[in-house]
């Protein structure tokens, strides 16, 4: 059975509201920041909004309220996953990328990423790098626990959306370089 069932796939024209979705580590903030230069679209990674920098989380309502402003712009790409807020990203995407990379290749870009910051802040993202036995469990068990969720949620929220799934960083690299560059202050155009 087609582990996309139910999920559409056809070519992206112009995107200018980008949901991307997937396991940490799986590349999610890296190709938010390359859509975002590529296409010229204001990137948020909710990672920023939801922790402050002692690890201290945004109170749920706050951190609802915050994403149904961001979604409200005509232009925009955010990156993260938070389940429980996703549908508001889902039901206002042009466009959900669904980042179902391997356990190992998520596995990998978390260390190459901690390695990369030391561990201390990550100065595009203003998040800073913390990797605890429950993340790594959580990243090991996510296509397993977690990934059928997230399909569930962009079945029910994002039928109209242009749906990709990529399983590797190979296809996400070729993927992103057949996208319609906007030119800076380019007015988007459908």
Known sequence: MDRNAG???H???RPRR???LGCGGSGKTVLANR????LNLPVTH???LYYDDTWQPTPPTQFADQQRSLVAGDAWIIDGN?????PIRLAAADTVIFLDLPAATCLWGIATRRWRYRGGQHSRTG?????????IRYVYRYRTDMAPRVRTLIAEHAAHANVLVLRSRRAVDRWSTTLPTQQPNAPHTD
């Open 7 to 9: 999920m559409a796939q």
């Open 11 to 13: 070519a992206i024209q």
């Open 18 to 20: 980008i949901a991307i």
């Open 35 to 38: 859509l975002g230069a590529t």
């Open 46 to 48: 909710l990672d920023a």
């Open 82 to 86: 938070y389940a429980s807020t996703l």
């Open 127 to 135: 998040v800073y790098d913390r990797i605890t036995w429950n993340f």
